[in-house]
């Protein structure tokens, strides 16, 4: 059974930085193409960014193209996101996503595993 686990979220004021994690556990990490969404309320869950089961391939929002980066340690089962230079319009939940193929996705649907997601709110 996968598992994934969000961390790292919090308040934070804009302009600051934050890096979420989110560690997968159950089935092989590394042959996963993984990704991060994030939802606000009365909105869908929307893409943010993702990346291939081999860390390639990194592909972004264009709300947040250049300021956000998207990582992985396979060694660890380990995600990461990196967000630079924080805007209140990225105040959301987080979540981290799995896919079972390899390559990159944007699609919600393509995504077969999730994790419960964790708050990331940016005052003004």
């Known amino acids: 059974q996968v598992q994934l686990i ?3 979220g919090g308040l934070v004021q804009a302009g600051d930085s934050l890096t979420l994690s989110c560690r997968g556990s159950g089935g092989t990490f ?4 993984m990704g991060w969404f994030r939802q606000v309320p009365g909105k869908e869950r929307a893409f943010v ?3 291939s ?3 390639a391939a990194p592909f972004y929002a264009a709300s947040v193209k250049g ?6 340690d396979n060694s660890i ?3 990461y996101l990196q967000m630079n230079d924080l805007k209140p ?4 939940v987080y979540y981290c996503a799995a896919r079972r193929a390899s390559t990159p996705g944007v699609r919600r649907d393509l995504f077969d595993y999730w994790g419960q997601g964790i708050q990331v709110t940016v005052s003004s």
């Open 89 to 92: 319009d990225d105040t959301a």
């Open 77 to 79: 089962n380990t995600l």
């Open 67 to 72: 300021r956000f980066t998207i990582s992985r």
């Open 6 to 8: 969000e961390s790292g």
């Open 53 to 55: 089961n081999l860390g």
């Open 49 to 51: 960014a993702t990346i």
């Open 30 to 33: 590394s042959s996963r193409a």
